[in-house]
């Protein structure tokens, strides 16, 4: 079967969804009740706005979403970055099964980046059968087009759609094809929404599947997301994140002349949008333009993630990350020369294959040196189809040993810098009740850290002059100031 993507025409798309809000509904007459959904979201931001827009185009079917996964159609928008992260996902289709034994109609779906391996659509022909429908990154617009036909509609421009002898839909394309606008989405929190601004990435780091799931970069056209983000502002949204696998190469190779710090300062014109964020930066790309932008424009939140990846130049040239140590130094110390109260954080990698103990020394000199707010740390994981993958792997009791160390440290200098902030005033989003103590609401800082404080849903949405009374390493407490402070 061709697996050739095709030009999606949102009109189309649009109409597919139509279609299938009539034989949704001419199921709920059969059947009597609503027909439920529930979108279940592995992995990064990227995928999470994704699923924005799986649960935008659901609900403009006539499907009722539901909290958990005993739901008539559940979808799994996977992530595949780390080993983990498949086995996790097959771990929870044994369990998805029971539902479906219980309620025969239920449909299971698939899609997200783990759907992009060859290997794994094979295995979920053969081993998940009862899976109903597979589609990938590059098309996750067609879901009403998938559902339509699920539902039992005709399609005669179902081209690149294959459905197997056991009635598998599967649309799972190897290239991009263009970028489809306009399309229902539906936002986690009214005040604040992530908006894509590239899709791909072309950096091929050794250890990364990202570019074989994702494809190469490609740039939204600048005036669709300003457009985006006047509709989201009108619509109630403060506070947009900007994301790519790197923002920084936003434009690059484009029909448009737009670089990123071009494209932050349009945004921070908007009205209505009080705080802007983005994500992520490769420090390759970080230009001394970007920094003079952040620092700049108030609107520029007061937070960086910077991956590094690991402090050792020699690993960094082995990951193909083209900067090496004593550059990402000079990079970080300029960021903070020009933005004393910027966070930043990062991802670094554990145990790549050949790390040596002085190659970890020198990671853990980056992060005394730089002193991060926070840092995701991870153990490597081998990505069948990356070069790294076919390197000798570090013995496990040395890959645990020098986390535990990494973590240590990270969490030592972490609670330290954000221990700074107590007695400060600063600005909170409120975001949402605290789950676990009633009377309190949880925010975030400008620099992106969590913040408790006492108060109630009236707050949420809103960003309020609070001062910090004491520090949990990684989460601050505060208080309501009574009284206006100095804007920043
Ligand atoms: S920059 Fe490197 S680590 Fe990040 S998504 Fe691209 S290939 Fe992966």
């Not at 966070?343 to 970890?360: Q, R, S």
């Given at each position: 079967?061709?697996?050739?993507?095709?030009?999606?025409?949102?009109?189309?798309?649009?109409?597919?969804?139509?279609?299938?809000?009539?034989?949704?509904?001419?199921?709920?007459?059969?059947?009597?009740?609503?027909?439920?959904?529930?979108?279940?979201?592995?992995?990064?931001?990227?995928?999470?706005?994704?699923?924005?827009?799986?649960?935008?185009?659901?609900?403009?079917?006539?499907?009722?979403?539901?909290?958990?996964?005993?739901?008539?159609?559940?979808?799994?928008?996977?992530?595949?970055?780390?080993?983990?992260?498949?086995?996790?996902?097959?771990?929870?289709?044994?369990?998805?099964?029971?539902?479906?034994?219980?309620?025969?109609?239920?449909?299971?779906?698939?899609?997200?980046?783990?759907?992009?391996?060859?290997?794994?659509?094979?295995?979920?022909?053969?081993?998940?059968?009862?899976?109903?429908?597979?589609?990938?990154?590059?098309?996750?617009?067609?879901?009403?087009?998938?559902?339509?036909?699920?539902?039992?509609?005709?399609?005669?421009?179902?081209?690149?759609?294959?459905?197997?002898?056991?009635?598998?839909?599967?649309?799972?394309?190897?290239?991009?094809?263009?970028?489809?606008?306009?399309?229902?989405?539906?936002?986690?929190?009214?005040?604040?929404?992530?908006?894509?601004?590239?899709?791909?990435?072309?950096?091929?780091?050794?250890?990364?599947?990202?570019?074989?799931?994702?494809?190469?970069?490609?740039?939204?056209?600048?005036?669709?997301?300003?457009?985006?983000?006047?509709?989201?502002?009108?619509?109630?949204?403060?506070?947009?994140?900007?994301?790519?696998?790197?923002?920084?190469?936003?434009?690059?190779?484009?029909?448009?002349?737009?670089?990123?710090?071009?494209?932050?300062?349009?945004?921070?014109?908007?009205?209505?949008?009080?705080?802007?964020?983005?994500?992520?930066?490769?420090?390759k790309d970080l230009s001394d333009e970007l920094i003079d932008v952040m620092a700049y424009e108030k609107k520029v939140c007061r937070h960086l993630h910077l991956p590094l990846q690991s402090g050792s130049s020699r690993l960094l040239e082995a990951m193909n990350r083209?900067?090496?140590?004593?550059?990402?130094?000079?990079?970080?110390?300029?960021?903070?020369?020009?933005?004393?109260?910027?966070?930043?954080?990062?991802?670094?990698?554990?145990?790549?294959?050949?790390?040596?103990?002085?190659?970890?020394?020198?990671?853990?000199?980056?992060?005394?040196?730089?002193?991060?707010?926070?840092?995701?740390?991870?153990?490597?994981?081998?990505?069948?189809?990356?070069?790294?993958?076919?390197?000798?792997?570090?013995?496990?009791?040395?890959?645990?040993?020098?986390?535990?160390?990494?973590?240590?440290?990270?969490?030592?200098?972490?609670?330290?810098?954000?221990?700074?902030?107590?007695?400060?005033?600063?600005?909170?989003?409120?975001?949402?009740?605290?789950?676990?103590?009633?009377?309190?609401?949880?925010?975030?800082?400008s620099n992106n850290l969590t913040v408790h404080l006492p108060g109630d849903e009236s707050l949420i949405g809103r960003i309020i002059p609070v001062t910090i009374t004491e520090s949990g390493g990684f989460y601050l407490r505060g208080k309501k100031c009574t009284h206006?402070?100095?804007?920043?």
């Open positions: 079967m061709e697996k050739t993507a095709r030009i999606l025409d949102s009109k189309e798309q649009l109409r597919f969804i139509e279609l299938s809000q009539k034989l949704l509904k001419n199921k709920e007459n059969e059947i009597g009740r609503r027909l439920t959904f529930h979108v279940t979201t592995f992995g990064c931001q990227m995928n999470a706005r994704d699923s924005e827009k799986l649960i935008g185009i659901l609900k403009d079917i006539g499907y009722v979403e539901k909290d958990d996964e005993d739901a008539d159609l559940v979808i799994y928008n996977t992530c595949t970055v780390r080993d983990n992260a498949n086995q996790k996902v097959y771990g929870k289709l044994g369990y998805l099964h029971g539902y479906k034994k219980k309620n025969p109609l239920m449909r299971i779906g698939m899609c997200g980046c783990m759907m992009q391996e060859p290997s794994v659509i094979e295995k979920i022909q053969k081993s998940y059968p009862f899976v109903d429908m597979i589609f990938g990154t590059h098309n996750i617009y067609q879901l009403g087009e998938l559902v339509y036909l699920m539902l039992g509609g005709e399609d005669e421009a179902a081209r690149g759609i294959e459905i197997n002898r056991r009635g598998q839909i599967i649309s799972v394309w190897d290239e991009p094809v263009g970028i489809m606008e306009d399309l229902p989405t539906d936002r986690k929190y009214p005040f604040k929404s992530g908006v894509n601004i590239m899709y791909g990435c072309d950096n091929f780091c050794s250890y990364c599947i990202v570019p074989y799931v994702r494809g190469r970069e490609r740039s939204r056209d600048p005036r669709e997301v300003i457009r985006e983000i006047e509709r989201l502002s009108a619509d109630g949204v403060t506070e947009v994140m900007l994301l790519g696998q790197n923002v920084n190469s936003y434009g690059r190779g484009a029909d448009f002349d737009m670089n990123f710090p071009a494209l932050l300062r349009e945004v921070c014109r908007v009205d209505g949008i009080e705080r802007v964020r983005f994500m992520t930066s490769h420090p083209h900067y090496d140590k004593e550059q990402y130094l000079a990079l970080a110390s300029h960021i903070r020369e020009a933005m004393p109260d910027i966070a930043l954080t990062t991802d670094i990698i554990v145990g790549y294959p050949t790390e040596t103990e002085e190659d970890f020394l020198e990671t853990m000199d980056v992060v005394e040196k730089v002193r991060y707010s926070a840092a995701f740390t991870f153990i490597y994981s081998q990505r069948t189809g990356t070069p790294a993958a076919r390197l000798p792997m570090v013995p496990e009791d040395q890959v645990h040993d020098r986390f535990d160390r990494l973590l240590a440290l990270v969490q030592e200098i972490g609670a330290e810098e954000n221990g700074k902030l107590v007695g400060t005033r600063q600005e909170v989003l409120v975001e949402q009740l605290n789950e676990k103590e009633p009377g309190l609401v949880t925010g975030r800082l206006i402070f100095q804007e920043r």
